[in-house]
């Protein structure tokens, strides 16, 4: 099974609001990945967790917050979004860091900021 | 900064045609490579993985590396309209003790009927 499930899959949000985008994967990967992608671009790396520590931030602005509560689980609070925040996020897991790993995706929450 | 590149296409074949996408990396130190397929509106899925120099052949479909050239292809043999997909090009990057996939712009496969 390499299923990565996240929830939910569409949100809208104002610029005010506070809300969470949460992953989850039962393969027992101990590297967990949330990107972002915007329309006819590819996904761009925000942060990477290995080992239930966050290991990359790719220099994303504070109004995005990750945690990651054990090693199943990946959050990403929002909070005080901007309209050029509205994107797909997609959370990825692998079984580790190397090179050799593969990433698998989940669906993606589509988040709409007005 | 390490670059991956592919055209952006639209790639256009005819049903049962052989499809030939290109993908360059500027990293000569990069060992493995992905490709990926991307529905419009869903997520990428892994098509290939290939982390030795020649073909690798899974279904319809063949990667092909060529370290000293720096490039690598994906060949999808007898091409169906549900193949009409982006296809990305992914290259890890290993640093501070995690990884990340540095993908090329992705290129735009439609399949004629």
């Known amino acids: 099974d390499t299923e990565v499930t996240q929830t939910p899959k569409h949100l809208v949000m104002g610029m005010t609001n506070k809300k969470s985008l949460k992953c989850e994967q039962h393969?027992?990967?101990?590297?967990m990945y949330w990107y972002k992608q915007k329309a006819k671009k590819p996904p761009e790396l925000m942060f990477v967790y290995s080992y239930e520590k966050l290991s990359i931030n790719e220099s994303v602005p504070s109004r995005f917050s990750p945690e990651c509560p054990n090693s199943s689980l990946l959050n990403l609070h929002l909070h005080a979004l901007q309209p050029e925040d509205s994107a797909l996020y997609l959370c990825a897991s692998s079984q580790g860091t190397s090179n050799s790993e593969t990433q698998y995706f989940g669906p993606g929450t589509r988040l709409l900021v007005l | 900064q390490k670059e991956v590149e592919q055209n952006s296409g639209p790639l256009s074949v005819p049903e049962g045609a052989i499809a030939s996408l290109n993908c360059t990396y500027s990293?000569?130190?990069?060992?493995?490579f992905f490709w990926y397929r991307q529905y419009s509106g869903k997520s990428p899925e892994l098509i290939m993985f290939i982390y030795s120099n020649g073909d690798k052949e899974d279904g319809r479909f063949t990667a092909q590396l060529n370290k000293a050239s720096q490039y690598v292809s994906l060949l999808i043999r007898d091409s169906q309209p549900s193949d009409s997909a982006t296809y990305l090009c992914?290259?890890?990057?290993?640093?501070?003790?995690?990884?990340?996939?540095?993908f090329g712009q992705g290129t735009e496969l439609s399949v004629k009927p």
């Open positions: 992914a290259v890890p990057l290993f640093y501070n003790q995690g990884g990340k996939l540095i």
């Open positions: 990293d000569r130190g990069s060992q493995s």
């Open positions: 393969m027992g990967h101990r590297a």
